[in-house]
């Protein structure tokens, strides 16, 4: 059983799987992220040993873990009580040819011996229907099928392949490939396509980094959270997840355990704002592709939607895992779906806003799109006013959130905005008169002048994060004095040591035990954007220290032990390391 979420993630915009700390995969989903999790031992199967893939060492003593740089081909080193060591390279393949993207349902490992003679065994126990049933095996004399729920997987190897069905131990005394994928006959020799391959996919992924316009500092972890993005990106519909996972518990025996593997607007127009600023505009454009594809005439949205635009996500328990270490409930489907979250047609429109403005991009008729954004904008000027479960997804409480009205702003602002960039002045004055009532409306609402500063809801007295962001949507600036004021109030109210609760009311689930780390980093962006930048600094590497080995974050810190919790690798979380960075990072003219 995995203890803990010391884990690397590899992908391709198709797949991902989740690898320990032993070269052990735990969590990965086929056909697609949403998929049944063909590997789902990180949720503790209550049947059936396995849901895992392992290459296990005998007499093991140590690990080693790390990605190849500027890639997310994942390297593990094993070393036995004798002198012996493994080497264990992971990927998904992932390269441009035929002008389009190679990214098969497919995971592969080539393994070699680094020292000695050591024994490994190859334990490949996929799982099926949640962990409930073991698919039935077939084999021939270079591959074994495994008939998972809706796809059958063939391992191709030049292990012996008795071996492996049987997970029988041999001495490791040549490389070994084993390719994982599609039911499809291989056309050339395994040990060809694994070497051809694992090329390639490392060319994508240093010739992806090598466009990013990174900062000065920092840029390792900077790297590592663009790749992590990139790989919640769904190729097939440019659908962004907000997490890999289901069911990780925000808090040790909490029943706050939800399914991530959807994609929710307000995450996903944060990852595009994230990567757009290091010039990765490609996923803004993808996504938008995948956002015509919700547009109804009337604007209406919900929150979430499934990858391939599915609409109902229904929520149940799953009996046959019984979860993180124990800790369940599972959940698959995610209620939230039903509720009202306003703040999702700000996230939108500013999603969309940089296709207008950034003369890289192709967009031959910004009219048109213009026009298709117009409705959500209506949307968001009835609505911005009225009740509902806010970002934070209140399941048994509705209020007029400061946060969901001033994205609604947001959304009208920024139209006004583009609809004077590409000349239709009517349509500017129009989007700005409303632009301009609302803001004074929520200034009104959401201001508490005995306390000095913005609150969460109109007319309430609680403070929560979210208030963090008001300068960033440019609502205020970051100079106003009752921005300082909330931002200082904030630190008062929600700030324990170096993280931050997202709130500290109580909600439908009790008083949240953990920080909620993008919480944290838009405080450090606060923190810097009103001259406070030492401090800010300060607090950035002190979260920069708390990631996992790899580099990677999941939702949620304990705040006495550092202890990762929620789902992972979490969108958000990697959002926020970039964005503080990106703020705080010395410019590159101090490198010359």
Not at 130 to 148: A, D, I, K
Not at 199 to 207: A, F
Not at 333 to 362: I, P
Not at 480 to 486: F, L, M, V
């Amino acid at each position: 059983m995995t203890s803990s979420l010391n884990l690397g993630v590899i992908g391709n915009g198709t797949v991902a799987a989740l690898i320990d700390e032993t070269g052990r995969f735990v969590w990965g989903c086929v056909p697609a992220f949403d998929g049944d999790p063909t590997f789902c031992a990180l949720l503790s199967p209550r049947h059936h040993a396995g849901g895992d893939w392992a290459i296990e060492l005998q007499d093991m003593v140590s690990s080693e873990q790390a990605y190849l740089p500027n890639t997310a081909v994942l390297r593990t080193v094993l070393r036995d009580a004798h002198g012996g060591a493994v080497e264990i390279t992971d990927f998904a393949p992932r390269w441009y040819q035929f002008d389009r993207f190679f990214r098969p349902v497919m995971f592969v490992r080539r393994v070699r011996a680094l020292a000695g003679q050591p024994r490994i065994r190859v334990v490949l126990r996929p799982l099926s229907n949640y962990g409930e049933c073991v698919p039935e095996m077939t084999w021939g004399s270079n591959h074994v099928r495994y008939l998972v729920s809706g796809f059958t997987l063939r391992l191709t190897t030049d292990a012996p392949v008795r071996m492996i069905r049987e997970g029988v131990p041999f001495v490791l005394s040549q490389d070994l490939h084993l390719v994982l994928g599609p039911d499809e006959s291989m056309t050339e020799s395994v040990t060809s396509f694994v070497r051809r391959a694992e090329e390639l996919t490392i060319g994508y992924w240093r010739n992806w980094v090598r466009t990013l316009s990174i900062p000065l500092e920092w840029q390792d972890a900077v790297i590592r959270s663009a790749i992590t993005l990139k790989l919640c990106q769904y190729d097939e519909t440019g659908a962004i997840i907000a997490a890999m996972t289901t069911s990780i518990p925000e808090a040790p025996h909490t029943v706050r355990n939800w399914d991530y593997r959807y994609c929710w607007l307000r995450d996903a127009a944060f990852v595009v704002r994230a990567l757009n600023r290091l010039g990765a505009t490609r996923t803004m454009e993808e996504y938008l592709r995948y956002v015509s594809n919700l547009a109804t005439p009337d604007g209406l949205l919900q929150p979430l939607y499934g990858i391939a635009f599915e609409t109902e996500l229904a929520e149940d328990e799953v009996e046959s895992l019984s979860g993180y270490r124990g800790m369940g409930p599972v959940r698959r489907g995610n209620l939230a779906w039903l509720q009202k979250q306003h703040d999702v047609y700000g996230s939108v429109v500013l999603a969309s806003t940089q296709l207008f403005f950034d003369r890289r991009l192709d967009h031959p008729d910004p009219l048109s799109m213009f026009t298709r954004l117009e409705p959500v904008g209506e949307r968001a000027f009835e609505l911005y006013a009225r009740p509902d479960a806010g970002l934070w997804e209140f399941r048994g409480r509705a209020e007029t959130h400061t946060y969901s009205a001033v994205m609604c702003w947001a959304a009208c602002d920024r139209l006004a905005k583009i609809a004077a960039h590409i000349g239709v002045d009517d349509r500017a004055q129009f989007w700005r008169e409303r632009a301009d009532r609302m803001h004074e409306h929520i200034v009104a609402e959401s201001f508490d002048p005995e306390r000095g500063h913005f609150v969460d809801a109109f007319g309430g007295h609680r403070l929560d994060a979210s208030l963090l962001l008001l300068a960033d949507t440019g609502f205020v600036t970051p100079e106003d004095p009752r921005y300082i004021a909330t931002v200082d109030a904030i630190g008062q109210d929600l700030r324990r040591g170096d993280a931050l609760f997202r709130y500290v009311a109580p909600d439908d689930f009790g008083a949240p035990e953990t920080s909620f780390t993008i919480c944290t980093f838009w405080y450090i962006d606060a923190l810097a954007s009103i001259g406070r930048c030492d401090e800010a600094r300060e607090l950035f590497e002190s979260v920069l220290a708390k990631r996992n080995p790899l580099g990677l974050l999941s939702e949620d810190l304990a705040f006495e032990d550092n202890e990762p919790w929620g789902n992972f690798p979490q969108t958000y979380s990697h959002v926020g390391l970039i964005t503080a960075a990106m703020r705080l990072s010395r410019p590159w003219q101090d490198a010359t």
